[in-house]
C-alpha cells in the first residue's frame, strides 16, 4: 500500500528499493537512528531519473525540507553517502549551494519553487525523514 500506519508515513517503491517517507521532525542523526530502527537507512539519490521520481513523490506529500543520506566529510568539500560511503556523484543542488560554511556538513531536500533540490545545511537542524530498503536486503 502506499500509505501505512499514520497519517505522517508513507512507503513507495522504486525498481526494487522501498521508500519511507515519514513526517516527524529530527535531526541528520536522529534521522539514521529513526531509519536503522525501521531496518532501513538514510535514503541515496542514484541517478536523475531516480532524483526526478524523489521530487514527484516530496510534491505529493507537501512537506518542505527532508533528509538525504549524505555528508560532508571533515576537512573536504566532498559529500559522501553515510550508506556506502561513496562520493556523491551526481548534483542537484539548489542555486548558490553547496555553500560550504563551516557548520553545513548535511545534504537536505528542500523545495525550492516547483521543484525538490539540495542544501547543505547544518546537521542538527529537525527535518523530515526519506528512509530506503533494497528488496534484496530483506
Known sequence: PSHV???KDFIKEYYETYFLFNTGRRNFY???QFCY???MRVATTRSRKHFEWLNKILKEIDQLEWWVGAERIENSLDYHWVANGLR??????????PDHKINEKCLMFHADNDDYEWMDIPCGNYYSA?????????
Open 88 to 97: 556523491v556523484k551526481k548534483y542537484f543542488w539548489m542555486w548558490h549551494q
Open 5 to 7: 500506519g499514520t497519517s
Open 130 to 138: 526519506i528512509c530506503e530498503l533494497h528488496e534484496s536486503s530483506t
Open 37 to 39: 530502527n525501521n531496518g
Open 30 to 32: 536522529q534521522t539514521q
